[in-house]
């Protein structure tokens, strides 16, 4: 059952119900070796980290910088400062120099956690920049701190300035002035446009979020929930206090490279993810049975055509299936969809909270068919994550992102704009009050920059409104709806889709290197290099057969009609990502202006 209280105090509260139970499964920096932590060490943890702030003269509503991966002296930090009514402010462990400066700086940040090596140098780098930044406390003891700096201290020495608790007693009185109003967050949004922008949350805000997810999402204290997208978006933060309100254990994924090892090895019931995921667990699967003899391949093929019947035909349009398929369903779920989720860690699947970008109702379709529920959702920063979710005991359509949570009013606006009202948005973005005003409508409405509808109590996405691409032609194009039917091929690992004023669709393709490069092996394909691959004619042919397959869905006008291979990823340091690694489109087509003009040249 959930607790319910202010965050302030709920690891306590939990400490008091659950005792010397299993809180936090993790692994200290740079460690093979996975450790518990009881919720009575997450008390004693959290009263210390907020006994320290108040010994390093940190005020009531103060800004306080995060900078580091998923660790669980994070969430130390989180629920200490929250102890002390105090504001943490994440910011992403692959934020820049110039990112964190200016965050800084809006924030007006005296204090800044920060993870490893690679953390603490940019943060000692920009120290001099930032006229209000203090002190730097380090959560890897590992780390190498550079001679004669005095401004930084590891993180177990700033514990011992809260040893013992000497400050309780102003902490307890904290507690008791702890209000919904008080700023729990402000959490900077990375854009594909602009300047970064502070979304401000409230507790009132996680409270009211608190209370609605938990009346459709079935987690529960026996779940073990795989904490991996990073604690600074807030689709893992709010579901990650979620699953701390009910009890269940988090096991802290640090590396996110390392997630599908960590899987295999902590076996979770549950896990927040994206899209981008399951994409990667349908290409493998799939790539395990064209390649299996023809009478596996058989086999699977018609345990997922008996599953897709079952799961989605039946059981997610609210039918209950025929008991000889129910009972063929059984089965095959245990000689052959068993063995698949074994492979991947997940031998209890309970369910799977999947938002952040378009889902492929091909890859939703096939992770519903082997048995594990992806429950696709809906939100924003500014709405403390959830909008709409699909929830597991109703009905629902494939190709929508849920229900909407309860207490949460959705207006369509003009465009088709999903306009939201309700106790979990945002009441604006930090000294940011021109921008406020053009955020919300007249009558309080937020705009979300998205395009959807209502149809029987699920909503449906359309497209970014901004990201609505018209050609030439005058046709409007949906680029991530395309992107998404081509990233479940094997060899495809990034795209961006280019047509915007243009007479047709083209795009910009990374592929998946080691896929290729095993390709032209087997095609006796001579390479010396990414650059080889990516203009030898025989390895273009073969991509453009695959990509026509995956586009017979398509209209004519939204089909890719050219594309270029390129030999290097997309990434953050070019500024071609976002921190959450969505595409910044403007820096792309500024970046790759020559090759896109190439695949235009010959039908000006």
């Known amino acids: 059952m959930q607790t319910r209280c202010h965050l302030s105090v709920l690891i306590h509260k939990q ?25 009575n060490e997450f008390s004693k943890q959290v009263r210390e980290v907020s006994n320290a702030m108040l010994n390093l ?15 669980v002296q994070y969430l130390f930090t989180d629920f200490g400062a929250f102890g002390i009514r105090a504001v943490t402010v994440p910011f992403y462990a ?16 005296r204090f800044l956690f920060v993870g490893e090596q690679e953390q603490y140098e940019k943060a000692y780098r920009v120290l001099p920049l930032c006229p209000t930044l203090e002190k730097v406390i380090i959560y890897d003891r590992s780390v190498r701190k550079v001679p004669h700096d005095s401004s930084s201290i590891y993180f177990d020495e700033f514990l011992k300035l809260g040893e013992g608790s000497p400050r309780q007693s102003e902490v307890e009185t904290l507690y008791s002035q702890a209000s919904d109003d008080d700023i729990a967050n402000i959490l900077y949004t990375s854009g594909t446009t602009g300047d970064s922008k502070g979304v401000i949350l409230t507790h009132g805000q996680f409270n009211a979020a ?35 309100t009910e009890g269940a254990k988090i096991i802290v994924n640090t590396y996110p490279k390392e997630v599908q090892q960590s899987l295999i090895e902590t076996h979770p019931t549950c896990m927040s993810s994206v899209p981008r995921f399951w994409e990667k667990v349908y290409i493998g699967v799939k790539e395990k049975i064209a390649n299996a003899g023809p009478v596996k391949r058989k086999m699977f093929n018609h345990a997922l055509a008996v599953g897709h019947k079952h799961n989605v035909e039946y059981l997610s349009r ?17 000689t052959v969809f068993s063995l698949v989720r074994k492979q991947l860690g997940l031998e209890h699947p309970n369910f799977f909270p999947t938002a952040g970008s378009y889902v492929s109702p091909e890859v939703q379709e096939f992770i519903i068919s082997i048995g594990i529920f992806m429950m696709v959702g809906y939100g924003l920063t500014e709405s403390l994550a959830t909008v709409s979710n699909v929830h597991k005991d109703k009905p629902f359509t494939i190709g929508s992102v849920g229900r909407p949570i309860a207490g949460l009013d959705i207006k369509i606006g003009d465009n088709d704009e999903i306009l939201l009202k309700g106790p979990t948005i945002t009441r604006g973005y930090y000294k940011r009050e021109a921008l406020n005003k053009e955020s919300f409508t007249e009558d309080g409405y937020f705009r979300t920059g ?75 394909i001579e390479f010396g290099s990414p650059e080889d691959l990516c203009h030898n004619k025989r390895i273009i042919k ?43 489109r403007r820096v792309l087509n500024k970046n790759y202006a020559a090759e896109i003009e190439s695949m235009y040249e010959e039908s000006v």
Not at 57 to 71: A, L, R, W
Not at 94 to 109: H, K, R, W
């Open 318 to 334: 609210g039918k209950r299936p025929p008991l000889a398929l129910q009972m063929e369903y059984k089965m095959i779920d245990k």
């Open 94 to 109: 692959t934020s820049s120099e110039q990112q964190i400066q200016y965050m800084i700086g809006d924030a007006q940040i």
């Open 210 to 244: 608190m209370i609605a997810n938990d009346e459709n999402l079935p987690v529960g204290e026996d779940d073990r929930i795989m904490c991996f997208l990073p604690l600074t978006h807030i689709f893992e933060r709010g579901w990650c206090f979620l699953c701390l």
């Open 450 to 524: 998205d395009a959807g509808y209502l149809s029987n109590g699920e909503l449906f996405l359309k497209e970014r409104i901004k990201e609505l691409f018209k050609t030439s032609n005058g046709k409007y194009i949906a680029p991530q709806m395309i992107e998404s039917k081509l990233l479940v091929d094997l060899f495809i690992e990034q795209l961006a889709v280019i047509a915007d004023q243009r007479k047709f669709v083209s795009a910009l393709i990374v592929p998946n290197f080691a896929a290729l490069e095993e390709y032209a092996k087997d095609n006796d």
């Open 57 to 71: 003269g940190i005020k009531v509503q103060e800004n306080v910088g995060v900078f580091s991966q998923n660790t």
């Open 542 to 584: 073969m991509m453009e057969e695959r990509i026509d397959t995956l586009q017979q869905q398509l209209a004519n006008y939204e089909k890719v009609k050219k594309f270029v291979l390129l030999p290097k990823p997309f990434t953050m340091e070019s500024g071609e990502l976002t921190n959450t690694l969505k595409i910044k």
């Open 15 to 39: 400490a008091e119900k659950y005792g010397d139970r299993t809180a936090l499964i993790y692994r200290d920096f740079g460690s093979l070796k996975w450790k518990e932590c009881s919720w």
